[in-house]
């Protein structure tokens, strides 16, 4: 039937850890109708189960690795062949790195219609980090492991970028200023590909 070709919109949010990307992506989920496809929140979720592949999953977080990419394209593809029904997805916090990039559209057959990326210096993503560690509890969060987090994130994620910015797919958020202002700025971008 020609209602499967009729793929829902899939949009790929990118920035370091701190830059407010999980914040907005809640918001753009529920204005639009989109499913919110968390990464760090499906390893999490995954990690805590017994399975074979949460207890590896686990295994590679608690050392500070990247999860492989196989891994990951897993989750994100189960995840949405489970909601087929979905007018959109907003998949926050990939790719990590090219490699995913590359086998995402191989393995779901299409790009990406959009990639949003919050710029934010480095300071302030340290300093929300910190922030929402003292809110949340959140064992990865202390300064050192952050520093290491947004090296590792900048070095992988800038061939991605490149990569999409060939296909121009990017669309670049300045995250520095209120929640309500990156939002205002996050429903013009998504708007203008209706």
Known sequence: TPDVLKSP??????????????T??????????FCHVGLGHL????????????RQIRD???????????????????????RPESRGFVIDGFPRELKQA????????????????FDCSMETMVQRVLRRRQLE????????????????????????????????LLRNILAEETPENIFVKCCS?????Q
Do not use: W
Not at 43 to 54: D, K, P, V, Y
Not at 142 to 168: G, I, M, W
């Open 102 to 117: 590359k086998e995402f559209e191989r393995i779901v057959g299409q790009a990406p219609n959009m990639v949003i990326v």
């Open 43 to 54: 390893l999490r979720q995954e990690a805590q189960r017994g399975t074979r592949r949460g």
């Open 189 to 193: 971008v998504i708007e203008s590909l």
């Open 24 to 33: 907005q992506c809640k918001n753009m989920a529920t204005k639009y109708g």
């Open 137 to 168: 509890h959140r064992v990865d969060d202390c300064e050192a492991a952050v520093r290491q987090r947004l090296d590792a994130h900048y070095s992988l994620c800038q061939p991605v970028l490149t990569f999409y910015q060939q296909k121009n």
């Open 60 to 82: 590679i977080m608690l050392q500070g690795l990247l999860v492989p990419t196989g891994v990951i394209l897993d989750l994100v593809s189960d995840n949405l062949l489970s």
């Open 9 to 22: 919109l899939i949009i790929f949010v990118m920035g370091g850890p701190g830059c407010g990307k999980g």
